[in-house]
């Protein structure tokens, strides 16, 4: 599958979800009316957790440029727990649906 270039300026929305984890804001961008990149990011920076967050978005910006549907992101994404439920991993999943679907949970 070829990934499409980045066009230099990319619109979108930042979901700001709390979580046990602390609030993690969710930007979702689209290009050519679709889901394009995801930058996740905790609230508290520092530690495993902020670069797992980092680490997830840049690992679902890569799946989308490879036309992976956001809906199996979704469902791979959610459920997944840490140690106080919502769960921080469940936000992104949250904020995608929220982007893409228009559903709120
Ligand atoms: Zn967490």
């Known amino acids: ?49 902020s670069a797992i967050m980092e680490g997830l978005g840049r690992s679902i910006s890569i799946g989308l440029r490879s036309g992976v549907d956001p809906a199996d992101l979704v469902k791979t994404l959610q459920g997944i727990q840490c140690h106080r439920p919502p769960s921080c991993v469940d936000a992104v999943a949250k904020a995608v649906l929220e982007h893409v679907y228009s559903v709120e949970k």
């Not at 602390?22 to 508290?44: I, M, R």
């Open 1 to 49: 599958m070829t990934k499409s270039p980045r066009q230099r300026k990319l619109t979108g929305a930042t979901y700001e979800i709390s979580t046990g984890c602390g609030c993690v804001y969710v930007t979702c961008n689209d290009q050519d009316g679709q889901l394009f990149e995801v930058f996740a990011k905790l609230g508290k920076s520092g530690g495993c957790g």
